[in-house]
């Protein structure tokens, strides 16, 4: 008897039209609910509207607003337990050294994500911290052993 769970939802914030289909594609045939949004202000609106279980953040684009959006993701009360995977092309070291003299005024460095990966990512790394950050990892091996 096979009880029907229901999918993660993870919204993924890209611009790149070739990254949205990568993870859209490699999140959804991993039994997962990929959820895409492009503009910086229409982001927040969503997560609060609709609380994913997961965020995948490119911090790369949108002129810096990422920042900004993680920032208030993490202060904000309701949202800073969702996880977040930052992407970047910078190493992790590079990206929070120019995080942190970019814009000094509005509020120093970033607070540590909770996975940060390299683009572009690798399908079966990004997979597994998803896997880990959702909780899907341990469901899976338990119905496996069934």
């Given at each position: 008897?096979?009880l029907?769970?229901?999918?993660?939802?993870?919204?993924?914030?890209?611009?790149?039209?070739?990254?949205?289909?990568?993870?859209?594609?490699?999140?959804?045939?991993?039994?997962?609910?990929?959820?895409?949004?492009?503009?910086?202000?229409?982001?927040?609106?969503?997560i609060i509207?609709?609380?994913?279980?997961?965020?995948?953040?490119?911090?790369?684009?949108?002129?810096?607003?990422?920042?900004?959006?993680?920032?208030?993701?993490?202060?904000?009360?309701?949202?800073r337990?969702?996880?977040?995977?930052?992407?970047?092309?910078l190493?992790?070291?590079?990206?929070?050294?120019?995080?942190?003299?970019?814009?000094?005024?509005?509020?120093?460095?970033?607070?540590?994500?909770?996975?940060?990966?390299?683009?572009?990512?690798?399908?079966?790394?990004?997979?597994?911290?998803?896997?880990?950050?959702?909780?899907?990892?341990?469901?899976?091996?338990?119905?496996?052993?069934?």
């Amino acid at each position: 008897m096979s009880l029907e769970t229901e999918k993660k939802k993870i919204l993924v914030v890209d611009d790149e039209p070739e990254m949205q289909i990568f993870l859209s594609n490699l999140l959804n045939t991993s039994g997962f609910d990929p959820v895409i949004a492009e503009s910086g202000t229409a982001q927040l609106d969503e997560i609060i509207a609709d609380v994913p279980d997961l965020i995948i953040l490119n911090m790369m684009r949108f002129r810096g607003r990422q920042s900004v959006l993680y920032r208030t993701l993490k202060m904000d009360e309701k949202l800073r337990a969702i996880p977040v995977i930052m992407l970047s092309s910078l190493d992790r070291k590079t990206f929070f050294y120019y995080q942190r003299f970019k814009n000094p005024a509005v509020g120093g460095a970033l607070p540590e994500p909770e996975a940060f990966i390299l683009k572009p990512p690798e399908a079966e790394e990004l997979l597994q911290v998803v896997q880990m950050l959702t909780g899907s990892l341990k469901s899976q091996t338990v119905e496996e052993e069934v």
